[in-house]
């Protein structure tokens, strides 16, 4: 199973009331094999954070209207 499809999965898991605790998800992650000391210090990287900056520069220009969690489920 892949991360995304382990996030979906246990969703019901580690968001509640729309809102996330991604505490609640380390696990599941972990189970798969998700390095998650890693997974941390990615989230802090300011590499990571322009990516996501720049994707979300790319999903105004392209007028999109969904995640792609949104799409893909």
């Known amino acids: ?7 979906f ?3 019901s898991h580690w968001v509640t009331n729309h809102t996330a605790d991604v505490n609640l998800l ?12 890693k ?7 300011q590499a ?8 979300a520069q790319d999903a105004k220009v392209l007028k999109t209207q969904h995640s ?3 799409v893909k489920c």
């Open 1 to 7: 199973m892949g991360s995304f499809t382990c996030c």
């Open 9 to 11: 999965l246990f969703q």
């Open 26 to 37: 380390y696990p599941y992650l972990q189970d798969i094999g998700i390095d998650i000391n």
């Open 39 to 45: 997974l941390k210090v990615d989230m802090k990287s």
């Open 48 to 55: 990571v954070a322009d990516i996501m900056q720049k994707d």
């Open 68 to 70: 792609l969690l949104m």
